[in-house]
């Protein structure tokens, strides 16, 4: 029973993530964002490493690199002019979660309030497994019957 | 005669994995319902700001009204004040406004406007339009000040208290339930604090 009680939060956690998410009624600036304009290919390369691994705050799932919304336009020229002033990635990403919250990363910091988060999957895995091992286990005691002299088949 | 054979089986292993599963079902179920119920809520997708209970970031942004004058965080201090987000691109700010302008004229607090990314004269023909609620109306173009409040899209509304620490943020149109249930209790609060 412990166990199973160890386990719920698992479960739940799990499919919580799976719940759909909509957009709510928010509005955005329409208007033709010009391209960012790189200086060279390995600034290219850490802007887009970087934006992959933020999540848009208005399409939510989407990443920041990914997204059209004009608030990601905006902070996709905010991330490379950080980038330009000489913030280190970790110190971009602490700028966004300042403002935006941890919601921003995809890769959410290690925490007790994410440990379930990160670990969640493992435990469940675990759980199964040692659900799975007692079972059979519980299968292989059981003698096999040997029908009796008696028995018609 | 034909005598079904009962297998002395352990009861323990399967009982406990019934149980188990039945516990992660339930749990699924009930998860699901609370997804149902949620998704009716017109905010369920607003991200909580984490700059509840912070101060309220530094700006100096300049009027709409006077483009010359700029107005910052420090100018507003002293008392309590609404910040409402809006734009004359935004049809919500459309549907919230007559709901803002009623809780303006009710003089509660003071309502500050921050107009983003906007064409001035489109800002000043919508208020034109519509009526303007705001004691004084900053006007963010780039929307780069917008990026230190966390904004990421209008209306959205925020309190500030009299010590410029952010109280309270909603995202998307205000509506009487939200001012009566939400705003107004927490102006009460801060006046009672005080």
């Not at chain 1, 509005?27 to 933020?54: G, K």
């Not at chain 2, 998860?31 to 909580?48: H, I, K, M, N, W």
Request: glycine share 8%; aromatic share 8%.
């Amino acid at each position: 029973m412990s166990r199973a009680a160890r386990w719920l939060p698992a479960c739940l956690l799990a499919f919580a993530l799976l719940l759909p998410a909509a957009r709510h009624a928010q509005a955005q600036v329409v208007d033709d964002p010009a391209p960012l304009q790189f200086h060279d290919e390995a600034e290219e390369a850490r802007f887009q490493a970087l934006t992959h691994e933020l999540r848009c705050v208005m399409c939510q799932n989407q990443s920041l690199a990914d997204s059209n919304a004009q608030i990601a336009h905006d902070l996709r020229r905010e991330v490379l002019d950080l980038m330009r002033q000489g913030k280190s990635d970790d110190e971009i990403v602490a700028f966004l979660v300042q403002r935006y919250g941890e919601f921003v990363r995809y890769k959410p910091a290690m925490e007790p309030a994410t440990w379930l988060l990160w670990f969640g999957p493992a435990l469940l895995l675990l759980g199964g497994g040692v659900l799975v091992a007692r079972i059979v286990r519980a299968r292989g005691r059981r003698e096999v019957p040997v029908p009796g002299e008696d028995q018609e088949w | 005669m034909n005598q079904p054979i009962e297998p002395a089986a352990p009861k323990r292993g399967p009982r406990l994995a019934v149980v188990v599963g039945a516990l992660c079902f339930i749990g699924f179920v009930a998860l699901l319902s609370y997804g149902v119920l949620q998704s009716g809520r017109g905010d369920r997708e607003a991200l909580p700001s984490p700059l509840i209970g912070k101060p309220a970031p530094q700006f100096s942004l300049p009027l709409l009204h006077e483009p010359g004058r700029n107005v910052s965080a420090k100018d507003l201090a002293g008392a309590p004040y609404v910040l409402n987000v809006w734009g004359s691109w935004c049809p919500e700010c459309r549907v919230e406004h007559p709901v803002l302008t009623r809780f303006a004229l009710s003089k509660r607090v003071r309502v500050v406007g921050y107009n983003l990314k906007d064409e001035p004269e489109d800002a000043l023909r919508w208020l034109e339009q519509f009526g303007n609620p705001y004691m004084l109306v900053l006007a963010d173009r780039d929307g780069r000040a917008a990026i230190d409040w966390g904004i990421y899209g209008a209306p959205e509304t925020f309190l500030v208290d009299a010590r410029g620490i952010v109280r309270w943020k909603h995202v998307g149109a205000l509506d009487d339930a939200v001012i009566d249930g939400q705003l107004v209790p927490l102006l009460r609060k801060l006046e009672a604090g005080r």
